[in-house]
């Protein structure tokens, strides 16, 4: 039997079937046909349709056996948003009946519910129900994006401060008049080389 999962991936034991390369750990990833033994498969298809998972029809011709992926696709697409619809009806009848005509507070929901209020984009106050500490997925994300872009933003901010600070340096070290070259003075030609300071004079006494 070949499964396939659209949107949510699955990973289970199933004792019964014949170990496979994984012993009886049995996967079924998203968006790839795999082919599992019958019973793995019914097994999968019995507790495990929740998920979206769905048999795919083959084929077989001259050039081998083809898999009917794409109506696998749509189906796995309707079969999981069909599901999503009745957990998350039984969620919302639980907290009526169980807590808010109790006057109880509502617990936040599980991870698979929360899951599918990501998913579906559903909106709980819609519903009158406002879980323990609950904020909606999408606003919290959008916070978090936003305070991603602020450091993000202060971060280049401060690489191109320092950027123009060391430009501003170099422009002005560039302003900066050259000093002038100091020519040596030319000689007299009647006196002849000038000596340098350091240099003590000679005299020349003529004896008489």
């Known amino acids: ?11 289970t034991l199933v004792y019964g079937a014949k170990p496979g390369p994984n012993g009886f750990l049995y996967t079924i990833p998203v968006g790839k046909p795999t082919r599992v033994p019958d019973v793995v498969g ?11 998972i769905v048999k ?11 898999y009917d992926t794409e109506s696998a696709r749509q189906a796995s697409i309707t079969q999981l948003a069909e599901q999503d619809r009745i957990k998350f009806q039984n969620y919302v009848n639980s907290c009526v009946e169980d807590y808010i005509k109790r006057n109880k507070p509502v617990p936040p929901p599980s991870p698979v519910i929360l899951r599918i209020i990501e998913r579906r984009g559903y909106d709980l106050k819609k ?6 500490g609950w904020e909606e997925p999408e606003r919290d994300k959008a916070l ?8 993000a933003l202060k971060s280049h901010m401060a690489d191109m401060s320092s950027k123009m600070d060391l430009l501003t340096q170099m422009m002005a070290k560039k302003a900066e008049p050259e000093p002038e070259p100091v020519e040596a003075p ?23």
């Open 1 to 11: 039997m070949v499964l396939y999962s659209e949107t949510e991936p699955l990973e």
């Open 42 to 52: 019914q097994h999968i298809m019995t507790h495990h349709a929740a998920l979206g």
């Open 56 to 66: 795919v029809e083959e084929s077989e011709s001259e050039s081998g056996i083809t």
């Open 127 to 132: 519903f009158g129900i406002v879980p323990i």
């Open 144 to 151: 978090a994006d936003l305070k991603a872009e602020n450091i």
């Open 186 to 208: 030319e000689p007299d030609p009647e006196v002849g080389t000038p000596i340098p300071a350091s240099r003590p004079r000679r005299s020349t006494r003529i004896e008489e």
